[in-house]
């Protein structure tokens, strides 16, 4: 079982930033693909940002320019640095990992991430 734990989630300010963390408990170098959805308040959950072991991170139009994903092998670690943020990026952000394609998803317990003045 590959565990995930998030952090770093709260209230921000429009135009704020913020970054979450996630930390995996296998080594992240084995790992063939981590990354973030988040689930919008009475919306489905959604894609915003993943990086496979090898090549370019890939994001959601939405969030392009504003958010960076950052993928931290000897921690074990991928984060999400938030800017800009719009009341719209408010959402539970779940950590998301698979170990090889086609076989099981991983998820993490979920951060609030709430964008209000």
């Not at 991928?78 to 394609?101: F, G, H, I, W």
Request: net charge positive; proline share 6%.
């Amino acid at each position: 079982q590959l565990h995930l734990v998030e952090s770093g989630g709260g209230l921000v300010q429009p135009g704020g930033s913020l970054r979450l963390s996630c930390v995996a408990s296998e080594n992240a170098f084995g790992i063939h693909a981590m990354g973030w959805y988040r689930q919008p308040p009475g919306k489905q959950r959604e894609l915003v940002a993943t990086k496979l072991r090898y090549g370019s991170p890939n994001y959601a139009d939405s969030v392009k320019g504003r958010f960076t994903i950052i993928r931290d092998n000897p921690k074990n670690t991928v984060y999400l640095q938030m800017n800009s943020l719009k009341p719209e990026d408010t959402a539970v952000y779940y950590c998301y990992s698979k170990r090889n394609p086609g076989s099981d998803d991983y998820w993490g317990q979920g951060t609030q991430v709430t964008v209000s003045s």
